[in-house]
């Protein structure tokens, strides 16, 4: 087939939707109808004379032949992707948590600004893995418990101190002095860090303290809230604490000690000679050094 005369508009809603195994994600991320996604697909799938897609009750899969084609597409799409971004370079990403957006980054994001005043900057909100070129990802903070993909670079931020914290009357009522306290205390969780309690525990040399959650939340931000709001303890970094502390709406009873994860800046490989993304990291590397407690 000419080059001219492919149907990349299909070809594209083929890749999108055997990626996400949906034709209604597919939709959204296209920004088109579920039916114009379905039409192109059985467009394709005419031209061929064979099945791309497996139809099942509650999703789709590509069938064998419909794989090997969608994993072509995707380093295709990606590679236009990355001729289009060193042609016409868009604004910065900085993809983070919430809750780092919200405890550290917003905080302190006008002195970048002040300093940067030409440096556009958006700001993207996601925790895990993370696909800098289909995102249109710069730079994110992202914590060692994910892997960066290979088209980043990772380099160490800081270690990630970690300690519980509630509301300073509820730090009195129970008379908090050592970790053997928390059997009176109402633990609570966070489901983006089951094991947050256990990995402090082991980090203090108290690994038998058995401690189980009675509440857990979905996000570090809401754990926080509600160990301020006086509803138990909270395990947390003291990164996404420390104004909270400051202002008195928390304490740490026992204190803070390094966990076993770190944080990490990913910088997007394809955009490592930029000018204004080399002054973003070092602004990031700079504040996340003074956050970070003496040894």
Known sequence: MPL???PLNALRAFEVT???GSMSAAAAELGVT???VSRHIKALEAQFGLPLLERQPRAVAPTQEGAQLAASLAEAFDQIHLAVSRVQPGPLTLSCSATIMMYWL???LETFKQANPAIELRLNI????????RDEISVAIRNSMYRPPATARARRLITEEIGPVCHPDYAARLDLRSPTDLERARILATATRPNAWSEWAAAIGWRDLGIVPHES????YL?????????????APRLLVESEIRSGHLVAPFGFTPGPHRLELWIAEHLQSRHDLKCLVRWLEEEMKRSELPA
């Open 223 to 235: 754990v926080i809230q509600a160990a301020a709001c006086g509803l138990g303890l909270a395990l």
């Open 106 to 108: 917003i905080p302190r």
């Open 18 to 20: 055997a990626r996400l």
């Open 34 to 36: 579920h039916g114009a």
């Open 217 to 220: 939340y979905g996000h570090f």
């Open 126 to 133: 996601s925790y895990g893995e993370v696909d800098f070129i």
């Open 4 to 6: 001219s005369r492919l």
